[in-house]
């Protein structure tokens, strides 16, 4: 099982921008499929974006399109989630996940992936 942590969350004020890391160890990242997800306490884990092994193909829930963009640089084993115009709703404790898929779209839900980091916390308040 690949190892993930995240990194890159903070406090930042409405309209600001923050770009969060997942960096995998103990995998060759290019056969996984990654996706970010969110979750605020006493909700269920909501998916934001996801991206396929390849880097060819992405997702991205309603609530971030043309805000948020997911990219990954697999030489350095790593995903990014720019996140750009950020507003107080999107403050959540970010997750990445990972999961081995090939030549398939990515998705964004929960239960298709199988390894998980600790997350990081994003919060946005003036």
């Known amino acids: 099982q690949p190892q993930l942590v995240e990194s890159g969350g903070g406090l930042v004020q409405p309209g600001g921008s923050l770009r969060l890391s997942c960096a995998a160890s103990?995998?060759?990242?290019?056969?996984?499929?990654i996706a970010w997800f969110r979750q605020v306490p006493g909700k269920e884990r909501e998916g934001v974006s996801c991206i396929s092994s390849g880097g060819g193909k992405t997702n991205y829930a309603d609530s971030v399109k043309d805000r948020f963009t997911i990219s990954r640089d697999n030489a350095k084993n790593t995903v990014y989630l720019q996140m750009n115009s950020l507003k107080p709703e999107d403050t959540a404790v970010y997750y990445c996940a990972a999961v081995v898929r090939v030549f398939r779209p990515c998705t964004l839900s929960e239960a298709d992936f199988d390894s998980w980091g600790q997350g990081t916390q994003v919060t946005v308040s003036s």
């Open positions: 103990g995998i060759n990242l290019m056969a996984y499929a």
